[in-house]
């Protein structure tokens, strides 16, 4: 039996055939491409965690290194008093 004596049952599965497989590729590509944006957002939110955790790091830097400025400030006024 050789491809020229398909009858056209025969044609119409084979059709039918490369209907569903064009049709999974397709499903395949939307998952694909639905992982991909699931990703992305994955990595926009852990940048965002990691810089709103960076900034309150530098926030409490800043207000140790002012509280620390503040103290030594309060100390010279203080030694002022006795000493002088």
């Known amino acids: 039996m050789g491809i020229g004596f398909l009858n056209a ?6 059709q039918k055939l490369q209907a569903e497989k064009k049709a ?3 499903k395949l590509e939307a998952y694909a491409l639905k992982k991909k944006i699931i990703e992305m957002e994955q ?9 709103e955790e960076r ?13 620390l400025r503040a103290n030594r400030t309060k100390r010279k006024v203080y030694n002022k008093q006795y000493k002088g």
Not at 9 to 14: A, C, S
């Open 24 to 26: 999974l590729e397709l």
């Open 9 to 14: 049952g025969d044609v119409q599965n084979i």
């Open 43 to 51: 990595f926009f939110e852990k940048t965002r965690v990691e810089k």
């Open 55 to 67: 900034l309150e790091r530098e926030r409490a830097l800043v207000q140790l290194k002012n509280d």
